[in-house]
């Protein structure tokens, strides 16, 4: 059935690289990953958008934004719209704990920031998470399920069903930028849980790809992409560094040629 989902792998820049550097790397990153069947995706800074979609013309490199505001105008001091990134980006992140952890984001306000994206023709990346002492406690996939019914209640409370195309990332949070990965089999069981949630939504659940993110590594990677349930990664700190980029969508490039091949065999 994962064979009719794509492989993924996303790039969030976060708060790194400028106007002048970001369209640069991006090309260097699209040349370093031209394989077949993985879809890229660059998320840099909104400043950095149009430098790294004209470096990327030509590619089939996609470009994203790490975030959005839940209203679609207004007096918003400092804040970006999706209609403002029409044309500069194809996708959007929304719900990165680190939004949650500063700026106070809540699924209530992630839950329009998708409806935006959906308006806008964002292609929405919705992160979920648990921390620490949640996994500890044993509690990591109510949180997450938790996450999910409060965002998609929001979306339906708008009167509209979740987009076809939303990508999930589960982020356990305790493993963003710390070194520390969660196992491919745990993050696996936390794919499962999401789609069981989707599927209570009804949401087709086996359409939606699950990626993981959480200091992925070329060197980590794999254990993540041997998990059936897995459709790729969004990589934080290494999607700045082209050789990392490039161990990492190589490594994708195998599961989804070991995808369309079984997709094949099957039809
Ligand atoms: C992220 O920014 O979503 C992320 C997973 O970061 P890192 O890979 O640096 O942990």
């Known amino acids: ?78 804040e970006i719209s999706a209609q403002m990134l029409v044309g500069l980006a194809d996708w959007s992140i929304v719900g990165h704990s680190e939004r949650r952890r500063d700026q106070g984001e809540d699924d209530v306000m992630i839950g329009r920031k998708i ?64 070194g520390k990965t969660a196992r491919g089999s745990d993050a696996a069981t936390m794919a499962q849980a999401i789609r069981t949630v989707l599927a209570e939504n009804a949401v087709d659940a086996a359409r939606i790809p699950v990626l993981y993110g959480g200091s992925v590594t070329s060197a980590a990677i794999d254990e993540f992409l041997n998990e059936p349930d897995i459709d790729g990664a969004l990589v934080g700190g290494a999607s700045l560094k082209v050789d990392e980029m490039a161990g990492i969508v190589a490594r994708a490039g195998i599961t989804a040629q070991a995808r369309s091949g079984a997709a094949a065999g099957a039809a």
């Open 115 to 178: 409806v935006r994206c959906m308006e806008a023709g964002l292609r929405p990346i919705l992160c979920v998470g648990e921390q620490l002492d949640e996994r500890e406690q044993g509690r990591a996939e109510a949180t997450v399920r938790g996450q999910l019914d409060a965002t998609i209640a929001e979306v339906r409370r708008l009167g509209i069903d979740l987009p076809s195309n939303l990508v999930i990332a589960y982020e356990p949070v305790w493993a963003i930028g710390t």
């Open 1 to 78: 059935m994962n064979g009719a989902r794509p492989v993924i792998i996303a790039g969030n820049w976060k708060m790194n690289t400028t106007p002048d550097t970001a369209g640069g790397l991006a090309a260097d990153i699209a040349a370093a990953t031209t394989v077949q069947g993985v879809v890229r995706v660059i998320c840099p800074p909104f400043v950095c958008l149009r430098a790294v979609r004209e470096a990327l013309q030509g590619t089939d490199v996609e470009v994203g934004a790490q975030n959005v505001h839940w209203e679609p105008a207004g007096a918003f001091t400092g």
